[in-house]
């Protein structure tokens, strides 16, 4: 594992942490941060870490709290509270 990944990994769970305690702004900071880190150096997102994250405002996703889980015919949409809507097979 290189330096760039394991940042991404530290990056995510820091994201979650700061989504957890209420501290919303931290946690898309760390996101920016992590997206650009893959950018730099030409990596991909670990799945974990797309589909818990709000491609249009980089908030980390919390069913419940601020974002909005429904199952449909063969895929799952998660709604941000920004609105974006992003659908992933489960099939």
Known sequence: MTVAEERIERLETLARDAAA???HDRAR????LARRIA?????????????S???????????GDNAR????????????DCGHHARYPYD
């Open 21 to 23: 305690s209420g501290h």
């Open 69 to 80: 889980v429904r199952l449909r015919d063969r895929h799952v949409v998660i709604t941000c």
């Open 39 to 51: 950018e730099r150096n030409r990596l991909s997102l670990p799945r974990s870490f797309t589909r």
């Open 53 to 63: 994250t709000c491609d249009a405002c980089d908030a980390y996703l919390r069913p």
């Open 29 to 32: 900071e760390y996101v920016r």
